[in-house]
C-alpha cells in the first residue's frame, strides 16, 4: 500500500518532497525519514511517510521573505507555521547579548532552536542529561572563548521517480548535529538551488 500511496503523491502538485520509514524500503523519487532525523525512538508513532508541502514566493525581491506554502493548516498568508522545508521555513535569526557571548559576532556556522538550551546550559555549568540525540548542540562560537566549528555541506538526492521528480535535500553538519537547509523537489521549493551540482 505504502507503493501505492508514493505513486499517487508523486503526482500531486502540492508536494514537494518525499520521505518515508527507513523499515519500507527505497523508493524512487523519495529519501528516507533517517535523511531529516524523524527516525527516533520518540514515544509517540513514527510517521510511514512525510510529505512536503509545495512553496512559491509571492514575488518580492528575496522570495524567502514572501514565501507562501500550499499546506493543510487553517493559517492565513503571513501567519507562518515553519510548516515545509523551504528555506523560508527553516532559516531563523537568532541573537544573544550579554557577557557570556562575543560583541559584534556573527556566526556563519548552522545554529537551531534545539541548541539553545545546550549554550544555556553550558554557560551555567550544567550537565543536562540527553534523552535522545536530538538535543542539538552549545554554540560555543559564540562565546568569548570559543571558536567556530568545522562545517560539512552536503546534499542527499533521491533516485528519480517514473515522472522524473526526486527529493533533494541540502544540509550542514556541525559534528554529530545536522541541520537541514531546503529539501524538496527542483522548481518546488524556495530556497532550493535548481543549478547542475544539485540537480545531478
Not at 100 to 125: C, E, R, Y
Not at 141 to 167: F, H, M, Y
Request: with cysteine.
Amino acid at each position: 500500500m505504502a507503493k501505492q500511496v508514493i505513486e499517487f503523491l508523486l503526482t500531486q502538485d502540492y508536494v514537494s518532497g518525499l520521505f518515508v520509514d527507513d523499515d519500507l524500503g527505497a523508493f524512487p523519487g523519495t529519501l528516507p525519514l533517517s535523511a531529516i532525523s524523524l527516525r527516533g525512538a520518540a514515544v509517540t508513532p513514527r510517521p510511514t511517510i512525510v510529505v512536503n508541502f509545495r512553496s512559491f514566493s509571492t514575488g518580492c525581491d528575496e522570495p524567502v521573505l514572501c514565501a507562501a506554502t500550499v499546506a493543510d493548516t487553517t493559517l492565513q498568508q503571513g501567519q507562518g507555521m515553519h510548516g515545509s522545508l523551504s528555506r523560508a521555513d527553516t532559516m531563523n535569526f537568532m541573537a544573544a547579548i550579554g557577557p557570556d557571548f562575543k560583541s559584534g559576532f556573527v556566526d556563519t556556522a548552522p545554529v537551531s532552536n534545539a541548541d539553545v538550551g545546550m549554550t544555556i546550559a553550558q554557560i551555567l555549568g550544567l550537565d543536562l542529561a540527553r534523552k535522545g540525540n536530538l538535543v542539538g548542540r552549545a554554540i560555543a562560537e559564540a562565546t568569548p572563548k570559543g571558536w567556530l566549528p568545522g562545517v560539512i555541506s552536503g546534499i542527499q538526492r533521491s533516485e528519480p521517480s517514473a515522472n522524473g521528480l526526486r527529493t533533494i535535500l541540502v544540509y550542514q553538519q556541525v559534528g554529530l548535529v545536522r541541520y537541514l537547509d531546503v529539501a524538496g523537489f527542483p522548481g518546488r521549493t524556495v530556497g532550493l538551488p535548481q543549478d547542475s551540482a544539485v540537480l545531478r
